[in-house]
């Protein structure tokens, strides 16, 4: 059984540009979370799919996107750049179904995107 | 609102010495609640969970319970080893209405020899 994995391991792209990122999750797993983590904090929840749908979102703008693909991998999306960008990128699988809020989230070893 | 308050770091300590991390929340609707653990290079991992009131989580010799009364789910080891040395995360998760996962700030633990 492969975990969770993330791609690119770092990225440095500049203010405006638009970026990427890639998680594959773990076999079996049908929900997919994303976090950002800055430099000495908790991470903050992005939004979660399940089943190709988002189906919860935190307290970030409609420039953060995402997609699920049904082979267990997703993208993360930023447009439109800011410095404060800059941080740790999680993702997280999960076993189960729709807002299965006792779930086990297995991370990734993250992306770390800087923004110059 | 949903949110998590958890210690602040470091925590220095001894070998051997008992461990208290204090984390308490704030949620609607009936949350779960975790705690996952950085060691050093290596990526977050959940160390226990509890998904209802008065449940204990253990793993490892950590223990935490979770105290609806109090809003509270303090994590804590009997005897803590070098090995232990990282950073500890206390979350929740509840889905009323749509799903959120929330996560406190971490405390860093640093066991000395």
């Known amino acids: 059984e492969t975990g969770v994995t993330q791609s690119p391991t770092h990225l440095i792209k500049t203010r405006g540009q638009q970026v990427t990122l890639r998680c594959s999750s773990q076999?079996?797993?049908?929900?997919v979370s994303w976090y950002q983590q800055a430099l000495g904090q908790g991470p903050q929840f992005i939004f979660q799919?399940?089943?190709?749908?988002?189906?919860g979102r935190g307290n970030f703008p409609p420039r953060f996107s995402g997609l699920q693909f049904p082979n267990y991998s997703s993208e993360l999306n930023v447009n439109a750049l800011e410095l404060d960008d800059s941080a740790l990128y999680l993702c997280?699988?999960?076993?189960?179904?729709?807002?299965?809020?006792?779930?086990?989230?297995?991370f990734g070893p993250g992306t770390r995107l800087t923004v110059l | 609102g949903n949110s998590v308050t958890q210690m602040e770091g470091p925590v220095t300590l001894s070998e051997e010495a008992f461990l208290t991390i204090n984390c308490t929340y704030t949620?609607?609707?009936?949350?779960?609640l975790f705690w996952y653990v950085q060691y050093p290079g290596e990526g977050l991992q959940l160390l226990l969970k509890a998904t209802k009131a008065d449940d204990k989580g253990s793993n490892k010799g950590f223990e935490a319970t979770y105290r609806k009364e109090t809003t509270s789910f303090h994590l804590e080891k009997g005897s803590v080893q070098v090995s232990d040395s990282a950073v500890y995360f206390c979350?929740?998760?509840?889905?009323?209405?749509?799903?959120?996962?929330?996560f406190g700030t971490g405390t860093r633990l640093k066991v000395l020899a």
């Open positions: 979350a929740l998760s509840v889905t009323s209405g749509t799903y959120k996962y929330i």
């Open positions: 997280a699988s999960s076993p189960g179904g729709l807002a299965v809020s006792t779930d086990t989230q297995y």
């Open positions: 076999s079996g797993h049908n929900t």
């Open positions: 949620a609607t609707g009936y949350p779960s």
């Open positions: 799919y399940y089943r190709e749908e988002e189906n």
